[in-house]
């Protein structure tokens, strides 16, 4: 079986519903072997949620922040890093990235946005997934990079 790593990005407000089910609609047909999440509260922890249904191998990159994280269980957990570093780990293991910011268009002071931006420059084309909280001008949830 070819390897097939996920990693993911969201808000800490966590995924709408829309954003979880299309989430859960492309863990299901990529059917990632591992996947690769930040361990915060919010979107991370329905990501975490949503991989645990799925049975898939969750490796948690988790913030030196404690009060932001979810605590997720998983049996692999690196230790503790930076955000900006954790997240660039986040997508240098992975092959696809998932991301669910809270804002439809791209704003600069945010962590999920800045995840997005350095993927888009490291990953292959057509690799990186952002799942909008609304449908954009082009009625659609999605866009792909």
């Excluded at 969201?10 to 299309?22: L, S, W």
């Excluded at 329905?46 to 404690?66: G, M, Q, S, V, Y």
Aim: charged share 25%; with cysteine; aromatic share 10%.
């Amino acid at each position: 079986m070819k390897r097939i790593s996920v990693g993911f990005t969201g808000t800490q407000v966590g995924m709408n519903i829309n954003q979880r089910i299309i989430v859960d609609a492309f863990l299901r047909r990529l059917k990632p072997t591992e996947v690769h999440h930040g361990d915060c509260i919010g979107a991370d922890t329905d990501f975490h949620n949503i991989c645990k249904a799925l049975n898939t191998n969750i490796i948690i990159h988790p913030p030196i922040i404690e009060t932001k994280r979810g605590f997720n269980y998983s049996e692999f957990i690196h230790h503790p890093k930076d955000y900006l570093v954790r997240n660039h780990d986040i997508v240098d293991a992975s092959d696809w990235l998932f991301a669910t910011p809270k804002e439809n268009e791209e704003v600069l002071r945010s962590g999920t946005w800045a995840t997005i931006r350095y993927a888009k420059k490291h990953l292959q084309k057509q690799r990186v997934i952002i799942i909008k909280p609304e449908k954009d001008k082009n009625n659609s949830f999605w866009e792909i990079f």
